[in-house]
Structure formats: C-alpha cells, structure tokens
C-alpha cells in the first residue's frame, strides 16, 4: 500500500512510499482509506513531538473514512464492504488502516463517503469533553477557545444544539461570521478584543459555565476570571505554552473545577464508548442537518505537506481532508 512518511532530514519532509499492507489482529478490521482528516497532532508527531501510543502505526493520521476490506478474528459488529469512518491510534495517511473494531463508526446518514473524514476525531472530542466530561447543560453557557478549528467549529454546533448559549474566539472577521452561520451566539475577534470582558459582558456578568480551551498556560489566568461559579474549565490543548501560575483563591472562590484531557492514549475500551455515544447522540442531528461537517479544503494523499501547511498557517476554518 501507499502511506505518507515522515522522511529523517532537517525538514521532516513528507514522501508517499509503498510499504507493508496492515494485517488485522483479533478485533481490528482493515479499512481501505477514502480520506484521511488533517489534525495539529499530526504536526506535532512530524517534528517529533507527539510519538504514536506503543504498537500504533508510525504513519501520520488520527481519522479516517472508508471501507472495510478485512476483519480479524473476533469481530463481530462489522463486515466487509461497510462504509465506516474511524478514530485511529495512527495510520490514516494512507491507502490502507488497522483499527480496533470499537473504534469505527457508520458513515452518519446525509455525509458523503469522504466528508465522514472530517467527523470521528472532533466528534469525538467535542462530545468526550464538552458533555461527558463537563456536562454541559442547556440553561448555560459555553465557551469555545478557536471557534474556527475542526474542533471548535463542532463544538460551537453542539453546543447550540444541546440549547446553551455558545460564545466563540476567533482570529478573523472570515471566522467570525462563519462561527455565527454555526450557531453560535457571540464571536470574539481575539486580535482585537479581550475575551474577558468580552464574554462577561455577553453573559450578563455571570460568567461562562463551560470552557473548551485549546490554547493552555496563556489563558489559564484569564480563563479562571471568566468562569462562573461552578464553572467547569477543560483544556484539551497547549498552543499557548505548558506553564501558567493559578490563583488557586479565585478557584476556590468560585468552586469551579480544571479537567485536563487528551483522546489518542486512552485505553480501546474509552475509545469505544466515546465512540458509541458519538453514534447514538450525535449522529441522528447529522441526519436531520442539525450538525453538519465544516469541510474547507479537501487535497489529495500526495499533497500532505501543502495540507499541513495551511493548517499550520491559521486560515483554515474547519477541517482539511487527504483524498485517497
């Protein structure tokens, strides 16, 4: 098969080259790759940040839709021929993935083969951290660090559709308006404005409820000051840095809590029940147009790099797919 390599030189460059077909293990199920999303933990795992979790493919690629064209032994929910999408260890950049069984999920009715690749890895994440984690409800309110990322972009959609009100940070008029076209109820230029008093004001000086923060140590002072009493605070990435003092006073003040989480080194088994609640919760808004992927480029295996690239570059809104 053909799988996107990070070659050994100063640049980390990226080169197709042929390689070893995967061979399913007990439960796993091979997936011939349609399209493969495009996540900053990829570019991390580029420069040599990031390394695959112990027994994962060393290709690049947390997600992927396709069909399957074998299954090992023990499987039982799945055959060949479905069309599936899948949140992976690794391996997506590809033409071929093994993946655990628990961890592929139909294609949502209404998504087309190759935008479902846009889904398992922000889906899974939204849902895994903005309702399982901090249990959002829809009386409050929800603050969406990068509102314009794959991530954020799904976030600021379910949050509107569990019925809380969405706030978005964003670094462009372009984002801006494409966030509210999303659902969400106030944008907040990060350029130009301070999300602060931005989102105070837009809660009535309440505070905001729920926070998803991809950035980290740069806004974990502010993020404290904005939060509600009781407020929930989940940082899931670390853009801004990995070091932050914490006023451990205004937390306590407010009784609010910090939740720290990733998705890729979680054991199969969480995988696959976030995974079946990603399936049961928000696959039927998917049919009925209440979610929808956001989709803004979609470049061939063989511009993997040019991918990268303009993910790396900030402009993107949404997600960038690699059609196989």
Not at 5 to 32: K, R
Not at 156 to 171: C, D, E, P, S
Not at 232 to 238: F, S
Not at 301 to 323: C, M, P, S, W
Request: negative net charge.
């Amino acid at each position: 098969m053909d799988a996107v390599v990070v070659l050994p030189d100063e640049a980390h460059s990226l080169e197709v080259q042929a390689v070893a077909d995967p061979i399913p293990l007990a439960q796993q199920v091979v997936i011939e790759v349609a399209a493969a999303g495009v996540n900053r933990a990829d570019l991390l795992q580029r420069q040599g940040h990031y390394p695959p979790p112990t027994g994962a493919s060393e290709v690049l690629g947390l997600e992927c839709s396709g069909v399957i064209r074998e299954v090992g032994v023990g499987v039982t929910r799945w055959q060949v021929g479905d069309a599936v999408c899948a949140l992976l260890d690794g391996g997506g950049y590809a033409t071929r993935v093994a993946v655990h069984e628990d961890q592929v999920m139909p294609v949502p009715e209404g998504v087309d083969l190759i935008t479902a690749a846009a889904l398992p890895e922000v889906c899974c994440t939204v849902l895994s951290n903005v309702t399982m984690t901090a249990h959002l409800q829809a009386c409050e309110s929800l603050l969406v660090h990068g509102g314009g990322s794959g991530v954020g972009s799904m976030a600021v959609q379910w949050g509107h559709a569990l019925g809380a009100k969405v706030l978005a940070t964003v670094g462009s008029e372009r984002k801006a308006a494409a966030a509210l076209s999303l659902g969400a109820d106030a944008v907040i230029n990060y350029t130009e404005s301070d999300f602060v008093a931005q989102a105070r004001e837009a809660t009535g000086e309440h505070g905001v409820d729920v926070i998803l923060d991809i950035i980290g140590a740069k806004y974990l002072d502010r993020n404290v000051q904005v939060l509600a009493t009781n407020g929930r605070l989940v940082v899931i990435g670390l853009q801004g840095g990995i070091k932050a003092e914490l006023n451990l006073a205004r937390l306590l003040a407010k009784r609010a809590s910090i939740h720290a989480t990733s998705l890729r080194f979680r054991p199969v088994k969480e995988k696959g029940q976030i995974c079946a609640e990603v399936v049961a919760r928000m696959w039927p808004l998917f049919a009925v147009g209440r979610l929808r992927p956001v989709v803004d480029q979609i470049l061939p295996l063989r511009e993997a790099d040019t991918a990268q690239a303009a993910l790396n570059d900030g402009g993107v809104f949404g997600k960038i797919l690699l059609e196989v």
